[in-house]
């Protein structure tokens, strides 16, 4: 293996309850409430939360939700009592993209409580849910209805999410009873979509820059066009009053006031390609930093990270459908992807698996057969030398990534993880190469970061006896 300023060349051989939305927390929407059914019908969706710091596992939580609000004044539902194999099964189904819908039968509903503190500690907050009965005779606890709203019988609505072109963002400040989103309108927009803050700083590292960087332009998050009929928001930036207490409260519950009331200031949130929502300080996450719908459209955050442009880009990856980069069995312990924890206002990008599910090069995608090519070198190079690929005279002699058939449904995905440019702040695996196990752009798991001289292999199935 040899490695120089502009390449490296690898040859593979093959061998107590709290206020509810029916005390007002419909707050004036105008959205018409409907009865509960016995058997209950919603869109599902994934809802995936990143823990502080990286640490434990990621929270996985199924949401319902409803069209319009029902005789309680919720819109969204929590859903509990799956087993874990109907769990799966849903979550593979939600996951694999689109909209779908499901009945739960003789589902039942149940308020949510704050979060309190008792003899034994302090409880977290849960939100509502619709509790599933158990299996009874075989009969599944949930029974797919077809597609949602903006499927095959939907109603134009936009699709869940693009990974080219231009998408817009509506970022969601608010105010409530006893709390409020710490970062004013103007810091919102500035450390989000860029500009000057409060105190005269430019902020020219933030999500909208860095997915563009990333993207090479071919994906940009940018602020909506003003539109007099909603001039509440302001560069991208509309702050909502929710006439509820907080503090204490599930980030579920304040979700869906938030999605009700936020269309009173914003015009309907399907105008939006994604919402992000910064919470207040005080409500419940249960101990994480961010959930984001897996693929989907809305993304919210604890106040103290929704500005910090790593936790942004991993949450928004979530809605592009990316699942989690991890190490040595940590779901986040991949350091060389935003998918892994992510941090602070980093400048890095995406791991090779979700770059090549991405597409952003696919001018410089390769593949390689161990059953086809005995042999074959590759020259890899790292995402930063994407220009420099473009304007060559021999643009095949590049790869930005490589995949390699593996005959599991795990494929193997290799890049150069060049230190530089858009990448400058990658906080592992610098100037290696990478190699990621994963099917597709769900959960990856780095195998090795290789420098002059290291090796990797391992055995290939398929009964050929080779390894790689």
Same mark, same amino acid.
Request: aromatic share 10%; net charge negative; with cysteine.
């Given at each position: 293996m040899k490695m120089?300023?502009?390449?490296?060349?690898m040859v593979? @051989?093959?061998?107590?309850?709290?206020?509810?939305?029916?005390?007002g927390a419909?707050g004036?929407?105008?959205?018409?409430?409907?009865p509960a059914k016995?058997g209950i019908?919603?869109?599902?969706q994934l809802?995936?939360?990143q823990?502080?710091?990286g640490e434990g596992?990621?929270?996985?939580?199924l949401?319902c939700n409803?069209?319009e609000?029902?005789?309680r004044g919720?819109?969204?539902y929590?859903i509990?009592?799956? #087993?874990?194999?109907?769990?799966?099964r849903?979550?593979?189904?939600v996951?694999?993209?689109?909209?779908?819908?499901?009945?739960f039968?003789?589902?039942t509903?149940?308020?949510?409580k704050?979060?309190h503190?008792?003899?034994?500690?302090?409880s977290?907050?849960t939100?509502q849910s619709?509790?599933?009965p158990?299996?009874?005779s075989g009969?599944?606890q949930?029974?797919?209805?077809?597609?949602?709203?903006?499927?095959?019988n939907?109603?134009?609505?936009r +699709?869940l999410?693009k990974?080219?072109?231009?998408s817009?963002?509506l970022a969601?400040r608010?105010?409530a009873?006893d709390?409020s989103?710490?970062?004013?309108?103007?810091n919102?927009?500035?450390?989000?979509?860029g500009g000057? #803050?409060?105190v005269?700083v430019l902020?020219d590292m933030?999500?909208?820059s860095?997915i563009s960087? !990333?993207?090479?332009?071919k994906?940009?998050f940018?602020?909506?066009e003003?539109n007099?009929?909603y001039p509440?928001?302001?560069?991208?930036v509309v702050?909502?009053?929710?006439n509820q207490?907080?503090v204490?409260i599930?980030?579920?519950t304040?979700?869906?006031w938030?999605r009700?009331q936020?269309p009173? @200031?914003a015009?309907p949130l399907?105008a939006?390609?994604?919402?992000m929502?910064?919470?207040?300080?005080g409500?419940?996450f249960?101990?994480?930093?961010?959930?984001?719908?897996?693929?989907?459209?809305?993304?919210w955050?604890?106040?103290?990270y929704s500005?910090?442009?790593g936790?942004?880009?991993?949450e928004l990856?979530?809605?592009?459908?990316?699942?989690?980069?991890?190490?040595d069995?940590a779901?986040?312990?991949d350091?060389? !992807?935003?998918?892994?924890?992510?941090g602070?206002?980093?400048k890095m990008?995406y791991?090779?698996a979700?770059n090549?599910y991405l597409g952003w090069?696919?001018e410089?995608?390769?593949? @390689?057969?161990?059953l086809?090519?005995?042999?074959?070198v590759?020259?890899l190079v790292g995402? +930063?030398?994407? #220009?420099?690929a473009?304007? %060559?005279s021999?643009m095949?002699?590049?790869?930005?990534?490589l995949?390699?058939?593996?005959f599991?449904?795990? +494929?193997l995905?290799?890049?150069?993880?060049?230190?530089?440019k858009?990448n400058i702040?990658v906080k592992?695996?610098?100037n290696?190469?990478?190699v990621v196990?994963?099917?597709?752009?769900?959960?990856s798991?780095?195998?090795a970061?290789?420098g002059?001289?290291?090796r990797y292999?391992?055995?290939?199935?398929n009964?050929s006896?080779? %390894?790689?």
């Amino acid at each position: 293996m040899k490695m120089h300023k502009y390449s490296l060349n690898m040859v593979l @051989f093959a061998l107590c309850c709290f206020p509810s939305p029916c005390d007002g927390a419909g707050g004036g929407s105008g959205l018409r409430r409907v009865p509960a059914k016995t058997g209950i019908e919603c869109e599902v969706q994934l809802a995936v939360g990143q823990t502080m710091e990286g640490e434990g596992p990621p929270q996985e939580i199924l949401h319902c939700n409803l069209d319009e609000p029902d005789d309680r004044g919720y819109i969204l539902y929590e859903i509990k009592g799956l #087993d874990e194999d109907e769990f799966q099964r849903i979550k593979n189904k939600v996951t694999s993209g689109g909209r779908h819908r499901y009945e739960f039968p003789g589902a039942t509903r149940s308020k949510g409580k704050p979060a309190h503190v008792n003899l034994f500690g302090e409880s977290s907050a849960t939100s509502q849910s619709i509790i599933v009965p158990k299996p009874n005779s075989g009969k599944p606890q949930a029974i797919e209805k077809g597609y949602g709203r903006g499927g095959e019988n939907g109603k134009g609505h936009r +699709s869940l999410y693009k990974l080219q072109g231009i998408s817009t963002v509506l970022a969601v400040r608010v105010v409530a009873l006893d709390s409020s989103t710490s970062c004013s309108p103007n810091n919102c927009r500035a450390h989000t979509f860029g500009g000057y #803050d409060d105190v005269g700083v430019l902020d020219d590292m933030n999500m909208k820059s860095q997915i563009s960087a !990333c993207s090479y332009g071919k994906l940009k998050f940018v602020e909506p066009e003003q539109n007099p009929a909603y001039p509440d928001v302001v560069g991208g930036v509309v702050t909502v009053a929710l006439n509820q207490t907080v503090v204490g409260i599930s980030h579920g519950t304040v979700l869906g006031w938030l999605r009700t009331q936020t269309p009173l @200031f914003a015009g309907p949130l399907d105008a939006y390609d994604h919402v992000m929502y910064f919470m207040p300080p005080g409500v419940d996450f249960g101990g994480a930093a961010a959930f984001g719908y897996v693929p989907g459209r809305e993304t919210w955050y604890l106040d103290s990270y929704s500005l910090a442009t790593g936790v942004q880009l991993h949450e928004l990856g979530h809605n592009l459908g990316l699942g989690h980069a991890g190490e040595d069995g940590a779901a986040y312990g991949d350091g060389s !992807c935003y998918m892994g924890y992510g941090g602070g206002d980093v400048k890095m990008c995406y791991n090779a698996a979700k770059n090549f599910y991405l597409g952003w090069y696919a001018e410089f995608h390769k593949e @390689f057969n161990p059953l086809e090519q005995s042999s074959n070198v590759f020259h890899l190079v790292g995402l +930063s030398d994407y #220009d420099e690929a473009l304007a %060559s005279s021999d643009m095949s002699k590049y790869t930005i990534v490589l995949r390699i058939e593996t005959f599991e449904d795990e +494929s193997l995905y290799l890049t150069y993880n060049r230190q530089e440019k858009m990448n400058i702040d990658v906080k592992e695996f610098q100037n290696k190469v990478t190699v990621v196990r994963a099917n597709g752009r769900q959960q990856s798991w780095i195998e090795a970061g290789l420098g002059p001289g290291q090796r990797y292999s391992r055995s290939i199935v398929n009964g050929s006896g080779l %390894s790689l």
